[in-house]
């Protein structure tokens, strides 16, 4: 039996030595999984803020195109309102042989915003397309008041009443043009989220024409 102590106790150093080298392997491989895990994690984490920061990007180039997008179009509409209002307030320098002619070209302007507009209704919120076509109606009908008026001036039996109450018509119809033009701006800086001090409003406006500027 002594022979055998040695050997039955190289026997239980190997097996305590396997069993302590098993456990030694669990514990490593779940230390590697463990490890493995919180890479995963990390990785899908940083994937998700690059998600995220990359969808924020988009929306931020997105909207400041759709803002630059709206601007254009609406500085556009209001480019041509000012032409065709200057152009209306000249009317006395209108010929007789000539009024046709230029209110012809002058509705050709008026026509041309409506590829504007119609960038508005895509890229826009309803309310300024709508009100940049009140603009255009008003103009129109500012323009064919204007007509009117010429046709009255250059007639040589109107009446001095004739003349005064056309004029009157005439320039209160131009001040319809600036509120409409006030309206589409006010539209305007409401969705793009403009902010004008109340100084800088006063410094800006913009005045009406009086009645006495009808008068020729």
């Known amino acids: 039996m002594t022979q055998w102590l040695p050997l039955l106790g190289s026997f239980v150093v190997g097996v305590v030595a396997l069993i302590g080298i098993l456990i030694n ?3 490593n491989r779940a230390a590697v999984d463990a490890a ?3 890479n995963r994690v990390t990785l899908d984490a940083a994937r998700h803020t690059t998600e995220l920061a990359l969808a924020a990007t988009q929306r931020h180039e997105h909207e400041q195109w759709r803002r630059e997008s709206v601007l254009a179009a609406v500085s556009a509409v209001l480019a041509i ?3 065709v209002r200057q152009q209306l307030l000249h009317c006395e320098r209108w010929h007789a042989d000539e009024v046709d002619h230029i209110a012809e070209e002058i509705r050709r302007t008026i026509t041309r915003s409506q590829d504007s507009i119609s960038s508005l209704r895509v890229v826009s919120h309803r309310k300024i397309p709508n009100r940049c076509e009140d603009l255009m109606r008003t103009l129109t009908a500012a323009l064919n008041i204007t007509v009117q008026r ?10 001095v009443e004739e003349i005064t ?3 009157a018509l005439w320039a209160r119809a131009i001040e319809n ?3 409409e033009e006030r309206t589409v701006v006010t539209a305007a800086r409401a969705e793009l ?3 004008i001090t109340q100084e800088l409003q006063r410094s800006t406006a913009q005045p009406a024409p009086s009645h006495a500027t009808a008068v020729t």
């Open 25 to 27: 392997n669990r514990t």
């Open 81 to 83: 309102s000012g032409t």
């Open 193 to 195: 989220d403009i902010k």
């Open 36 to 38: 493995d895990e919180r």
């Open 165 to 167: 109450d056309i004029q």
């Open 150 to 159: 010429r046709g009255i001036e250059l007639d040589g039996e109107a009446t």
């Open 177 to 179: 043009t600036v509120e």
